[in-house]
């Protein structure tokens, strides 16, 4: 075939063939990079990314708070359930 198409294959083949092995291990693959270094070096890299506390907005925090109260007030729900379930005569 003497098309484009013909050609821009060919030259695709070429590139594919002169392509490095894709087996070969990349600095640029985290699996690597952590496979070969030390325990202690991991964790130290791990510490250098923990985020801390990230700060919520007003809106998020009250959502939060409500959240924790209702928890509260079903736990004291369920202990009153459980409590007049194992006493029903009074």
């Known amino acids: 075939m003497n098309s484009d198409y ?3 294959a060919e030259s695709h083949r070429e590139v594919d063939e002169t392509a ?4 070969q291990i990349t600095l640029k ?3 690597a990079v952590l496979s070969m270094l030390e325990v202690d070096q991991v964790v130290a890299a791990k510490r250098r990314t923990h985020f801390g506390r990230q700060r919520l ?3 998020t925090r009250v959502l939060l708070w409500c959240l924790r109260v209702y928890v509260v ?4 729900i ?3 359930s459980v409590v ?6 009074r």
């Open 57 to 59: 907005s007003l809106r």
């Open 78 to 80: 369920v202990a009153i």
């Open 73 to 76: 007030l079903m736990l004291v």
């Open 29 to 31: 693959d985290p699996r």
């Open 84 to 89: 007049r379930a194992l006493h029903p005569g």
């Open 20 to 23: 490095p092995d894709s087996k």
């Open 6 to 8: 013909a050609r821009a």
